[in-house]
């Protein structure tokens, strides 16, 4: 029994570091590594309605957004950078969810540190893959491949919000 004893502080210990470990609010820690985009802003927009929500500036090729209040319902961001020399604008979708997401915009676009973000690069990935092995395929072919693996990739995150986001975004390839 003196043995259980003594090992209760080490108990107590554990479950309380367990509990503060969890992390209310999201951080996103973000790298833009690219020259061209030092001194830019980046942009936190509404997936849905395409409106400005945030902005930072990339300061030595990093940026951060960061709120502590508690996410009970994970939702869809749009990161953006606009670049001056091709005029392009990088889109970055991120989740919004508890905890520290790492996001870098880049000539690859990543996403990563929570389990949604984690999710969602694997189908940034999966888009990535099946354009490059689009060439030389004929359109309808294209077509009919990017359906089924928008299918596929709603079918897989039917129970969260990267399902309903790839319905929205991509509605018109559906």
Not at 38 to 47: N, R, S
Request: charged residues 25%; contains cysteine; glycine residues 6%.
């Amino acid at each position: 029994m003196k043995r259980y004893v003594e090992l209760l502080p080490f108990f107590i210990g554990v479950l309380v570091m367990g509990a503060c470990s969890q992390m209310k609010g999201y951080k996103i820690e973000g790298s833009a590594p690219l020259a061209e985009f030092e001194g830019k802003m980046v942009y936190m927009k509404d997936a849905s309605t395409n409106s400005l929500i945030d902005s930072a500036r990339i300061v030595n090729g990093k940026f951060a957004f960061a709120d502590t209040t508690n996410v009970e319902r994970p939702v869809i961001k749009i990161l953006s950078i606009h670049a001056s020399k091709t005029g392009l604008e990088y889109r970055l979708p991120v989740v919004i969810e508890n905890g520290t997401i790492k996001a870098s915009i880049s000539e690859v676009v990543c996403t990563k540190g929570t389990l949604l973000n984690e999710r969602m690069q694997d189908f940034l990935l999966a888009v990535d893959e099946y354009s490059a092995t689009c060439t030389d395929k004929p359109v309808e072919q294209i077509k009919v491949g990017f359906t089924e693996l928008l299918k596929k990739y709603i079918e897989i995150n039917n129970d969260n919000v990267i399902g309903s986001y790839i319905r929205t975004a991509y509605r018109s390839s559906l």
